[in-house]
């Protein structure tokens, strides 16, 4: 189950559906690949996991699918959890004001 | 065989004085009656010919003209697989850059090479009706001038090719071209002997999106080759301009309705400069959602805003205009960045269209020396000062647009005369392989560069820092600066 588009690559965990593990970047051009994976949310129940220790490039549109993720995640009384958020994820949580609304794992 | 007497003949021609010599003589060493006087390399000494049986100079005869026809098919082939290879990169290209017109112009200049024609003309139906021609550039202008005189209804073929059911129109002589009473002109003047227009037609339309006209100064005919080319020439121009014409009607939707969403004019405020740049994105067919807008408020305060709508297509352009307005009458209402970001947040995160943004709201006053500001998931904006310092004005980070989480708090900054607060999207300073800290460093280093930090030249520098092809994304920047 990878992506073929070699900018942004997107796994599941074998163990935890629930739990995708992204690397490359989000951007406009990817993001739309992304979205296909977050909605529906992926596994049943319990926590939504993204793994982001590979993530080298994120901008508004990645933000736009993590918040949108994270309000169906909470309505679905389950949870967003950013995993071992790679630089440029921290810095982009902090600059856009999410770094205390989301669950963040450093991992 | 053939080929390699013909080499001897070419190369000895200067080297062996005694085979020569005969040659030389000879009052007729135009061996072929109806050989090719362009081609003279090719001819053959008769005194080589003589020698032989008539028979054989028969067959030998067949033999050349077959040979020139294979030359002419090859050179041909070749100029048609050169061309079929432009067009089809072309029809490639014209999905990030062509415009409809570079378009056109490589059309007649390919078709011109390939058909071996000095006299290539393109027509263009316009949208008001009128008829666009596109020449080789070297036309005279006289010719020229009469073209573009040529209405849709005048009986030349070039134009009758445009019609619903237009066929190819071969005039192949001068009884033909006489049929044709308009024609008379270049008949005369450009010395036209045979002229063939065609329709080009899309898979898609019946109706000729344009014709293509070609002419020869001596009556030339059409054999299985020419039509073969022609017929593919006018299949892959008509589609290379039927996609470029569609890309360039959503690129004009996408533009104006950009810059409609857009300030038309930043106010004159006293005591405040003003200046705004937007950059679209490398991709013309893109539109992007970045904004900035300037508010007129109460009690002499300026609302100052820059925002950015998460993607790019019609509809980010679209959800700009509406968070733009939103934003807007909540900021003239309520005067502080702060509210006004967290009603709009709480309305697009709730309203059926959900919309997401980042944003950052300014408000200032001429008279007062400090500056009030909030963002929205947005980068906050650098202050330059007379003594060319550049800093990030810190401020507390609140959630973007439509994530509903709300909780926007405005800051206070001091602004003091001759100072700059530079706002800009994302697109102004983000590069792939940097940080956004590190992109944002390299901005900042570039404003602490210019000596005389007036508005203009921060600008002119901005300008130029987008300029460079790894910032593709679209960007939106704002300045203001207190004189």
């Known amino acids: 189950m990878t992506d073929p588009n070699p900018r942004l690559s997107i796994s599941s965990d074998q163990t935890d559906a ?29 926590d939504v996991t993204l793994d982001v220790a590979a993530i080298e490039f994120i901008d508004s549109s990645g933000l736009r699918l993590i918040v949108e993720a994270h309000h169906r995640a909470v309505a679905a009384e389950r949870r967003l959890v950013v995993l071992r958020p790679s630089a440029a994820v921290v810095r982009l949580l902090e600059i856009s004001g999410l770094r205390d609304h989301l669950a963040v794992d450093p991992g | 065989m053939t080929s390699e007497e013909d080499a001897d003949v070419d190369e000895a021609a200067d080297l062996d004085e005694d085979d020569d010599a005969d040659v030389d003589e000879e009052p007729d060493a135009e061996p072929i009656a109806d050989q090719d006087a362009a081609r003279p390399s090719r001819a053959r000494p008769a005194r080589w010919r003589a020698a032989y049986e008539p028979d054989l100079a028969v067959r030998l005869a ?33 999905v990030a850059a062509g415009s409809v017109d570079e378009v056109a112009t490589a059309i007649v200049r390919g078709s011109s090479e390939v058909l071996a024609s000095p006299l290539t003309t393109l027509a263009l139906p316009e949208p008001d009706g009128r008829i666009r021609f596109v020449h080789l550039d070297d036309i005279p202008d006289e010719v020229r001038a009469r073209w573009d005189a040529a209405t849709p209804d005048v009986e030349v073929p070039l134009v009758r090719a445009l019609d619903a059911d237009a066929t190819w129109i071969e005039l192949l002589d001068h009884d033909a071209l006489a049929a044709w009473p308009a024609l008379a002109p270049d008949v005369e003047r ?12 899309s898979r898609r339309s019946r109706v000729p999106i344009a014709a293509l ?16 080319l022609v017929a593919e020439l006018s299949e892959l121009a008509g589609e290379a301009l039927e996609r470029t014409a569609e890309l360039q009607h959503t690129r004009d939707i996408a533009e104006t ?11 004159r405020v006293e005591g405040l400069t003003l200046r705004a740049l937007y950059r679209p994105t490398a991709e013309r067919a893109d539109v992007g959602g970045d904004w900035y807008d300037v508010i007129d408020l109460a009690d002499d305060a300026i609302g100052l805003v820059v925002g950015d709508v998460a993607g790019h297509d019609t509809s980010s352009a679209a959800e700009m205009g509406r968070i733009r307005h939103v934003l807007a009458s909540h900021l003239l209402e309520r005067g502080d960045p702060g509210e006004a970001l967290t009603i709009a947040d709480r309305y697009f995160a709730h309203v059926e269209e959900s919309s997401f943004a980042t944003a950052l709201v300014m408000v200032l006053r001429p008279s007062v020396e400090e500056i009030v500001l909030a963002t929205a998931g947005h980068p906050p904006p650098l ?87 790894d910032r593709s994304d679209d960007a939106a920047v704002l300045i203001a600066t207190r004189t």
């Open chain 2, 383 to 469: 202050l330059v000062t007379v003594a060319s310092e550049v800093s990030l004005l810190a401020i507390d980070p609140g959630p973007p647009i439509g994530s509903g989480l709300g909780g926007h708090r405005s800051g206070c900054h001091d602004l003091p005369a001759g100072a700059s607060v530079v706002a800009m999207t994302d697109g102004a300073f983000e590069r792939r392989g940097m940080t956004i800290d590190e992109s944002i460093t390299e901005l900042a280093a570039r404003l602490a560069a210019v000596p005389d930090p007036g508005p203009t030249t921060l600008l002119r520098v901005l300008r130029d820092h987008l300029e460079d092809p």
């Open chain 1, 18 to 46: 629930a739990r995708l593990v992204l690397v490359g970047e989000i951007d406009a051009h990817t993001a739309p690949e992304l979205a296909g994976h977050l909605d529906p949310l992926p596994g049943d129940a319990g």
């Open chain 2, 62 to 94: 067949v033999a050349e003209q077959r040979i020139e026809l294979l030359e002419r098919i090859v050179t041909r082939e070749r100029a048609a697989r050169v061309a079929r290879r432009d067009l089809q990169r072309l029809a490639a290209e014209s």
């Open chain 2, 257 to 267: 309705l950009q810059h409609a969403l857009l300030p038309r004019r930043l106010p």
């Open chain 2, 213 to 228: 006209g070609f002419g020869y100064r001596t009556p030339t005919e059409l054999d299985g080759l020419d039509r073969a």
């Open chain 2, 190 to 201: 450009a010395g036209l002997g045979s002229y063939v227009a065609v329709p080009l037609r």
